[in-house]
């Protein structure tokens, strides 16, 4: 399906540029979003007449997500979790947890908005991009912990964990992975391929 961008799209193109994406991605993601519209000649015609006004919001909501950047950028987020001693989550961090905890801290984004290729299964400092406008994004640490102790030495660079033997390493990890089996995928937003996968398994059902 060809469309219209209505704001720029990581790795699609920039406002106003017509591209051929797959139906299911278009009709998943990109057109209930609002983020762009059908390539007919109506609608071309459309944006060309709202080009101007398409693009001023856009600057004004490009300039209010830049001054959320700057209180947002480099600021570091606690999140508790039971661990083995090797590190490995009874479970995961997922993108909504780091969208609730950031919201928590006074900014109000959206799990889509946490820029997270997959989960977080260990203890540690872990950098996340988060996306506040199509051309703005804040990178914050999330500091995955035990407890609030914990959490502060990770930040004074300490080794929170504990030696352990290698037989003890694999049982404590093949129970962390068993654990988090039944988790959350660490996005909402859905992959062109598998939206388009999803599509055609759905028309041979």
Do not use: C
Request: no cysteine; hydrophobic share 40%.
């Amino acid at each position: 399906m060809e469309v219209i961008l209505l704001e720029r799209v990581h790795k699609l193109g920039q406002m106003g540029d017509v591209v051929k994406v797959k139906d299911g991605f278009a009709r998943n993601f990109l057109l209930p979003r609002k983020k762009a519209l059908r390539a007919t000649k109506a609608n071309r015609e459309q944006f060309e007449q709202q080009k101007a006004q398409l693009e001023a919001t856009n600057l004004k909501l490009k300039g209010e997500a830049e001054k959320i950047k700057l209180k947002l950028d480099g600021q570091t987020f606690t999140i508790i979790r039971q661990a083995g001693e090797t590190g490995m989550l009874y479970g995961s961090v997922s993108s909504r947890d780091v969208a609730d905890v950031v919201t928590a801290g006074g900014f109000t984004i959206a799990r889509s908005q946490s820029a997270l290729d997959r989960t977080i299964k260990s203890l540690g400092l872990h950098e996340v991009s988060i996306a506040l406008h199509p051309e703005v994004s804040a990178m914050v640490t999330i500091n995955v912990a035990r407890s609030a102790d914990e959490a502060e030495r990770q930040l004074r660079g300490e080794n929170v964990l504990i030696e352990k033997t290698d037989e003890e390493l694999a049982l404590e990890d093949a129970e962390a992975l068993f654990d988090d089996a039944g988790a959350a995928p660490a996005d909402d937003a859905p992959a062109p391929d598998d939206t388009d996968t999803k599509d055609k398994r759905k028309k041979k059902g």
